[in-house]
């Protein structure tokens, strides 16, 4: 199922980016609001691969939307659309659970690559939670399961988001190695995405407030000054 859910207020932008999505094998549904894009995923019972979202909407904006729709889902991908470049929006947006931000303008191909990108991260997921068996993986008060895909602290349940997993599944099969951001980036995101290393920090950051006692004080995710990152186990 290639089903994406299109939200733009703009209906020249939206039919711009329905037409080009169509054109790439996408069964598009759209809407010109967040009050109408939250009805209709209800109606279709969730069963969307990936949800474009524009940011500046009359009534609910896209944050809001973003933030209602991962509560609902944390493997659909969510992509934000944005005629603002500040660094803010794009990183409240992926605080909130969003995959990847497009910024307006864009061009039909680099829409469908970030869409196309998304999307297959989200199919080989799904593929992988059927098929893994894969035994669990423990660190400390940590234990990775990739067969149920879930991630527990002393025996908690952490939620974490498709992308936070695949981080977290990254991180414990390279215990105690540094992984630089470039590294992490290609893993997880793909090519298309070699420079734009600022989705890693943004990710981190949010995994930090989800696994560490003192975010601001980390004891798991270290920070490798310079390059990247490390999971630290003793």
């Known amino acids: 199922m ?5 939200c733009e207020d703009e209906e020249v932008i939206r039919d711009f980016v329905v037409i080009n999505l169509q054109r790439s094998g996408y069964d598009v549904v759209d809407v010109s609001c967040g009050e109408e894009a939250l009805e209709v995923f209800e109606k279709n019972n969730g069963n969307f691969s990936v949800v474009l979202l524009d940011i500046m909407m009359p009534g609910i904006d896209g944050f809001e939307v973003c933030k209602k729709l991962r509560e609902k889902s ?8 944005s005629a603002k470049t500040q660094e803010m929006d794009k990183v409240r947006g992926l ?3 969003a995959d990847d931000y497009v910024s307006k303008p864009f061009s039909p ?9 998304v999307y297959r991260r989200v199919e080989l997921n799904s593929v992988r939670s059927k ?4 035994n669990p993986i423990i660190s400390g008060p940590f234990k990775l399961s990739p067969k149920s895909r879930t991630l527990t602290k002393n025996g908690e349940i952490i939620d974490l988001t498709q ?3 695949q981080i977290m599944d990254m991180f414990f099969r390279n215990k105690n190695q540094a992984l630089s951001r470039a590294e992490i ?18 990710n981190i950051r949010r995994l930090r407030m989800k696994v560490e006692d003192e975010p601001s004080n980390p004891t798991y995710i270290a920070t490798v000054w310079g390059y990247g990152y490390k999971w630290f186990e003793e």
Do not use: C, P, Q
């Not at 944390?74 to 659309?81: A, E, P, R, S, V």
């Open 131 to 134: 098929k893994e068996l894969s």
């Open 109 to 117: 191909s680099e829409l469908v690559a970030r869409v196309d990108a």
């Open 163 to 165: 992308v936070e997993y």
């Open 185 to 202: 980036l290609e893993s997880i995101w793909g090519d298309s995405y070699s420079n734009d290393v600022k989705i890693v920090d943004v």
């Open 95 to 97: 605080m909130l659970g």
């Open 2 to 6: 290639k089903k994406i859910l299109v």
């Open 74 to 81: 944390d493997t659909m991908g969510i992509i934000m659309l």
